[in-house]
């Protein structure tokens, strides 16, 4: 059974700061154990009973894809306030996109947690590319970017940039500037010249 939080007051504060220090402690499981994680160990993590998670949560299902989902929408947010600072709506575009590829430097965890649970990450991908393909969107009603389907578009860019990550989270080989020249060849799909692209990369 999952229960709903109190609306206001005490009750509800304690309630959203157990759901967070949830999340948290999943997070770090993950990134620790993968996808074999166990609801016991996420309860072992966070110090809480299993019944107790699910008052926050009706199964491990959901708890986990939460914590993933939260994970990914915090690197986000962290990446928008530096991308607010590019000089044009394409720098503010492209510049999250860089950033994704060096996110082993900048958020080791959420790193660790990708790498670890790659299956699930790339199922859950469509979900936090809300604000590139709103981006994406603006630029075309602009005719910034003159392109067709942008949501196919769209699709295909968040899988090449997904298969960069992975490259550079799992090969031991892999070279960032190869990863972004490849994102650069892949920023073709939206109608942007490989030269632009790379200029916009800093590769």
Same mark, same amino acid.
């Given at each position: 059974m999952?229960?709903?939080?109190p609306? =206001? ?6 309630? =959203? ?12 499981i ?41 994970a ?13 600072l ?6 503010q ?8 590829l ?10 660790q ?6 299956d699930?990450v ?17 630029l ?7 392109? =067709? ?43 942007i ?9 800093g590769?």
């Open positions: 999952k229960f709903t939080a609306a =206001q007051g005490r009750k509800g504060a304690y309630y =959203q700061r157990n759901r967070e220090a949830l999340i948290n402690a999943t997070q770090r993950l990134a620790e154990k993968g996808s074999e994680t166990k609801i016991e160990d996420i309860a072992k993590e966070a110090d809480m009973a299993v019944s107790t998670i699910y008052k926050h949560f009706p199964n491990r299902e959901e708890l986990i894809e939460t914590a993933i989902v939260e990914m929408l915090q690197w986000e947010r962290d990446t928008l306030e530096v991308s607010v590019g000089a044009n709506q394409l720098d575009l492209v510049l999250p996109m860089r950033a994704f060096q996110v082993k430097k900048t958020h080791p965890l959420f790193a947690l990708v790498a670890n649970n790659r699930l790339s199922r859950m991908a469509p979900k936090t590319a809300n604000n590139l393909e709103k981006h994406v969107m603006v075309v009603k602009s005719g910034t970017l003159e392109i =067709q389907n942008p949501d196919l578009r769209i699709r295909n860019l968040v899988s090449c940039l997904f298969a960069a990550l992975e490259d550079q989270l799992t090969n031991p080989k892999a070279k960032e500037t190869e990863n972004l020249r490849a994102l650069a060849i892949a920023l073709g799909m939206l109608g010249e490989e030269n632009e692209a790379r200029r916009l990369l590769c």
